[in-house]
């Protein structure tokens, strides 16, 4: 018995060093994939990347040259359309579940925002098409713009929330105190010093709008052709990639990878400048303390 | 006081319309910040209503057979079921479950209890970015990387040693459900170690010194005392990831060869209820079909009010027990 402890000890210790070493192990792998993507889309898509892939229209097949000049149009658009339609929606509601979080519509918020983030993009896509699409019967990049303003909506809501959560009370209580009324407290006080939190949502909201495919494909519904007008179907990134992905041709293929990569920094690049908005505004909030 | 209170009248219209909305823009500020809040609420009613008025004439037609029966014949029996594609979601997400669930926690783990201070952010961040990367990328390189590099030799290996079982029966294809499920594995590791992690950062630290003081390893500090202790928020984390697996459209169209067969081998191409969805919609000929590709929308939709409600609830239960306590 005396004997058996110690061995007993190093069993334990050995189970210890065991599995906290899966640990890291499983954190290797989940890290490996996001560096292995951006690795290979890289070493894919840079060599088709020149001037005229960004200014040109797509070729057809076997036409060499060719850009994606119509994507990045209707996407600007989409995308575009989405933000003038969701950014007021998301801010008002924003401040609504961040001051009236008690209240029974604020709690049917929450719920409501959760839900919309869980709803699979290619339903809301659905939704799109029997409420725009069916009734106007075309395609177009307005009802693109739409179904990109629901999918940004929780995100908005969301960040917009969580910094005016941020903003100090006393500064909103000594706006009200002073006697400004409550629209000009919000005016004045809470929504600049939310601005930044309201920016990133922004950005965020912009990078998971930019790369949705799904919804696309019977909203949107892709054109080849240059096109600025609201009411006809327009070609956007993510669609792009996946018609020329899943088509037979290996110059399509190379094609698909140079959107991948366009599409892929901007998305990134834009997580990353919302990241350091959000670290900057904490340590310049930790220096108010 | 009075220095701001003048500034204050000073800048305000003096005259007419202006004069009036300033003074009374509360009652503005507040029907704006309402009509904003039941716009985002009438949103999610709206969805569903949408949903079963289009979908009325297939479920008239089939009613609940529609879950249950495999006949997907649009050209000429015009008769509609989805069973293969429900399998086919069920299959996927349990293979992305099985693999990500694992890896997921133990990431979140590492990086909750083990990592150095220097490398918890940065690692964090990382995960946080493989959430951003677009499904349609995941696609595009499932397609031309994963599936030869790793998903072929796996469902070869599979179906050299256990290929006398339905599930692994040959013969081997590249996109197949066991492609999408493995895809699909990836695209929610950020789901649900992110949340993991949160939850294990919110348990007191007095749960820790308590099981370190009594002797335990670090290991066993984890196993015995952490992961019992936030299990409901695990649990939670784990069903929002599976909410992603389900819902995940684009990538899992790419690779997992949208065929219609109901056969029960992970090694076979398949569908989703999702990609069939991307895959036919527009073009659906006639009112029927269309009206039966909504219906899968609409139980799409269903899953997900449940699955939120069930995450929401568990999460929200853990975050009550830790409240006072939670450490940030």
Known sequence: MIQAAPRRLQRRKLTNLFMLSLCILATLLVVTPLLWIIGYVIQQGLPAINISFFTQLPTPVGVPGGGIANALVGSAMTVGLGLLI???????AGIYAATHSETSLGIALRFSTDVISGVPSIVMGIF?????????????????GVVLAFIMLPTLIR?????????????????????????????????????NGILTGVMLAIARAAGEAAPMLFTAFGNPF???????????????????????????????????????????????????????????????? | ????????????????????????????????????????????????????????????????????????DPAIENTFGALPFILGTLITATIALLGAIPLSIGSAIFLSELAPDWLRQPLGFLVELLAAVPSVVYGLWGLFVYIPVFVRPTAQFLNRELGFLPLFAGPVFGPSRLAAGLLLAIMVFPTIAAVSRDVLRSI?????????????????????????????????????????????????TMVIGNNLDLSFSLLHPGYTMASIIANEFTEATSDLYLSALIEIGLILFAITLVINFMARLLIWRMARRTKGEVRL
């Open chain 1, 159 to 195: 960040t917009t929330e969580e910094m005016i959560h941020l903003v100090p009370k006393s500064l909103h209580e000594g706006s009200l105190a002073l006697g400004a009324a409550e629209w000009k407290t919000s005016l004045s006080i809470i929504i600049p010093a939310a601005a």
């Open chain 2, 1 to 72: 006081m009075n220095i701001a209170l003048n500034k204050s009248e000073l800048s305000a219209p003096r005259f007419g319309v202006l004069r009036r909305i300033w003074d009374h823009g509360d009652g503005l500020y507040r029907l704006l910040l309402i009509l904003a809040t039941l716009f985002v609420i009438v949103l999610v009613i709206a969805i569903g209503y949408e949903l079963w008025q289009s979908s009325a004439l297939a479920r008239l037609a089939f009613g609940w057979k529609f879950l249950i029966t495999s006949t997907w």
């Open chain 2, 204 to 252: 007191p630290n007095s749960q820790r010194e308590a099981a370190l003081a009594l002797g335990a390893t670090r290991w066993e500090m984890i196993a015995q005392v952490l992961l019992p202790y936030g299990a409901s928020g695990l649990l939670g984390a784990i069903i929002l990831g599976l909410g992603r697996a389900l819902g995940e459209t684009i990538a899992v």
């Open chain 1, 86 to 92: 969701a950014v007021p929606i998301g801010a008002l």
């Open chain 1, 226 to 289: 240059f096109n600025l007008d609201f009411r006809q179907p327009v070609a956007t990134l993510p669609h792009t990639i996946f018609v020329y992905a899943i088509a037979p041709y290996d110059d399509w293929h190379a094609k698909a990878w140079a959107t991948a990569l366009v599409l892929i920094s901007f998305v990134l690049l834009l997580n990353i400048l919302a990241r350091l908005i959000t670290w900057w505004r904490m340590h310049h909030i930790g220096t108010y303390h």
């Open chain 1, 128 to 144: 799109a098409y029997t409420i725009i699409v069916l009734p106007q019967r075309h395609f177009s990049a307005f009802s693109g």
